[in-house]
């Protein structure tokens, strides 16, 4: 079975930019995280969906970030406008469901912005 | 607020050398201390989940124990191939019980 998939792999932008990345979570998960992975702060979770519908949004950061999950293979996140501070690894996971013990992860996003 | 602190931060073993790694917390209401590996360039990977205190959990040469305040995985005689950034976090039982707060990891090198 595929994991989750995410897209594009390595991101290089320049400030003020528009970034976009994808996630397909695993079929038949119900539950879809986006986190944020940097040296100083480890794993952070950005962004929370439940049944497609945003629970929790407290860890994105500014207004700058936007999540969206159109239906349940699909989400992006975007930052508009880019800054190097958002330079970093992005991790979309998922679940079975709320509250289940296992989030699969997918291979994450290298983004770097100049 | 959830607190997950892992040590040491990075850690050094030849082949075949046990050890331990350490994870502190401080959760309003436990439902679950899960550990991870990560791979360089890859996303984690689930190794085990710890429910309460004095449940322990083993694959291949990984045990993971767990008291009221803090886990252990503990390594026996490791292979190069067991080499990774070990990541602990916790989930907190109740409304938010989605979230996972994660530590930052021991990163473990076992020398051939």
């Known amino acids: 079975d595929a994991g989750v998939i995410q897209s594009p792999r390595h991101e290089v932008t320049e400030m003020g930019q528009e970034v976009t990345l994808r996630c397909k979570p695993i079929s038949g998960h119900n539950s879809l995280f986006w986190y944020r992975q940097t040296m100083m702060r480890g794993l952070e979770l950005l962004i929370y969906f439940n049944n497609n519908v945003p629970i929790d949004d407290s860890g994105m950061p500014e207004d700058r970030f936007s999540a969206k999950m159109p239906n349940a293979s699909f989400s992006t996140l975007k930052i508009q406008p880019s800054e190097p501070r958002d330079s970093a690894v992005y991790f979309c996971?998922?679940?079975?469901?709320?509250?289940?013990?296992?989030?699969?992860f997918g291979p994450g996003t290298r983004l770097l912005v100049l | 607020e959830d607190q997950v602190t892992q040590s040491p931060e990075a850690l050094r073993l030849q082949e075949g050398e046990s050890s331990s790694l350490n994870c502190s917390y401080t959760v309003s209401g436990l439902r679950g201390l899960f550990w991870y590996r990560q791979d360089p360039g890859k996303g984690p990977e689930f190794l085990f989940t710890?429910?309460?205190a004095g449940e322990e959990k083993e694959k291949e040469r990984l045990k993971a124990t767990l008291t009221k305040k803090e886990s252990f995985l503990h390594i026996t005689a490791p292979k190069p191939e067991d080499s990774a950034t070990y990541l602990c976090a916790v989930q907190r039982s109740g409304g938010s019980n989605y979230k996972l707060t994660f530590g930052k990891g021991t990163l473990l090198t076992v020398n051939p």
């Open positions: 710890l429910y309460s």
């Open positions: 996971a998922s679940s079975l469901r709320q509250g289940s013990e296992t989030q699969y």
